[in-house]
């Protein structure tokens, strides 16, 4: 019976990374959200809900080691409370909220097999660099036969640009931060820093093509946290800074400024307004879904104004529990993970219309990385004080 219950043990953490996988992609070549949804329930969700009603939760730990997804769960508890007089609002909430929890119980369980996480982070890693090229081929054409640059677009539910650059560079990045780089170093500065060159420069093409300066905003948060903690920092920090100040005078920052200042300050002295005078200081505005801010926009377009807007200081404070608690603990632990997540962190300052929402490519730019980093540093607190909790579920 131990045995069974070991090879099942093995086999289920590897089976949730590659419905994960597919969970991801779907992205890229399902246009359908209910569709995309159902594979989540199906192959993912549902899995997981047996399992942890046949386990239990034991195997996760006690409450310090999971102190970051409590402040996230409290924060989701607040803002449903600001919800409850409109029930259809607040049900929908709840389930979101849920789900997600759902999506953190499986990562949870999947990291247990590691060997199956980074096949997975590979597998998504050549997905986006072949998305990557298609996009990139696309611009260069449309450049040499108009001599224009133009704002791709791919396809499904990554049509719109902003959240194909994010769910991209999270596959890049996430594959680069965990397990690219370590092997690059292991064959020499050199080959290193070449290494770490292609990858910024090729991450920057990606955010060019789909003239997405959230893309931008994320990559440099990442690189930035990652600098904290990265071997041969200083060079690597020295050869960025170069990059940076190249990209700056030769003009190739232009793509990205098409489409002008896209109406971000506007909007939020807007939704600021809007909250101050028609709205709850202390709930903020559940109700106004048929507001148009600055006349034209239906949300804030930025996930942490959206907060704000929508549960008032009670969702904004305890967000900002959880954040800073995240933000602290992570850089404590020197997270790879954490590193990566600061491309869903800082790509939703200037998008997306809160964060608790069902099945999105949200997820897979904020969550799954974010998850990700709660779930790396409770190992590495625990390998500090050597802990032994939360190791593995209970044979039974």
């Known amino acids: 019976m131990s045995d069974q219950h070991n090879r099942y043990w093995d086999e289920f953490p590897a089976y949730l990374s590659v419905a994960l996988g597919v969970f991801i992609c779907s992205f890229f070549t399902v246009d359908s959200s209910k569709a995309i949804n159902n594979l989540y329930y199906v192959f993912f969700g549902i899995p997981v809900v047996f399992f942890v009603f046949k386990k239990g939760f034991r195997w996760l730990g006690g409450v310090k080691q999971n ?3 409590i402040l996230l769960f409290l924060h989701v508890t607040f803002v449903f409370l600001t919800k409850i007089g409109n029930p259809d609002a607040a049900f929908d909430y709840l389930k979101n909220g849920l789900y997600l929890a759902v999506l953190w119980l499986g990562l949870e369980i999947s990291y247990q097999n590691e060997k199956g996480v980074a096949l997975l982070w590979r597998f998504v890693a050549a997905i986006c660099f072949a998305a990557s090229l298609w996009a990139m081929a696309e611009w260069l054409v449309v450049y040499l036969h ?7 677009s791919l396809y499904a539910k990554a049509s719109n640009p902003v959240h194909a650059s994010l769910l991209i560079l999270i596959g890049w990045l996430g594959y680069w931060f965990k397990y690219g780089f ?3 170093i292991e064959r020499g500065k050199g080959h290193y820093i070449a290494t770490l060159i292609f990858v910024v420069v090729f991450a920057f093409g990606v955010c060019v093509v789909f003239q997405s300066r959230s893309g931008v905003i ?3 948060a990442a ?7 990265a071997k041969h920092r200083r060079i690597a920090a020295f050869l960025l800074v170069c990059g940076a100040i190249v990209v700056w005078l030769s003009g190739l920052y ?3 400024m098409q489409r002008g200042g896209s109406y971000r300050t506007e909007i939020w002295l807007d939704a600021l307004q809007h909250l101050a005078s028609e709205c709850s200081i202390l709930f903020g505005c559940p109700d106004d879904e048929n507001y148009m801010y600055v006349g034209q926009f239906n949300h804030p377009h930025s996930a942490y104004f959206s907060i704000l807007v929508d549960s008032g200081i009670t969702g904004a404070i305890s967000f900002a529990a959880f954040a800073l608690f995240y933000l602290r603990t992570s850089l404590r632990t020197s997270s790879v993970w954490f590193a990566v997540s600061m491309v869903g962190w800082g790509g939703v300052l200037a998008t997306s219309n809160g964060l608790i929402e069902s099945p999105r490519p949200l997820w897979v730019y904020f969550w799954i990385p974010t ?3 709660a779930i790396e540093m ?11 909790t939360a190791a593995k579920p209970p044979s039974n």
């Open 67 to 69: 102190l970051p997804i």
């Open 371 to 373: 998850f990700l980093a």
């Open 146 to 152: 108009s001599n224009s640059v133009s704002r791709i």
């Open 218 to 220: 994320g990559l440099v």
């Open 182 to 184: 370590p092997i690059a």
């Open 254 to 256: 232009d793509p990205l």
């Open 223 to 229: 690189m930035l946290v990652w600098l904290l903690a």
């Open 378 to 388: 409770k190992r590495r607190l625990n390998a500090e004080f050597g802990s032994t």
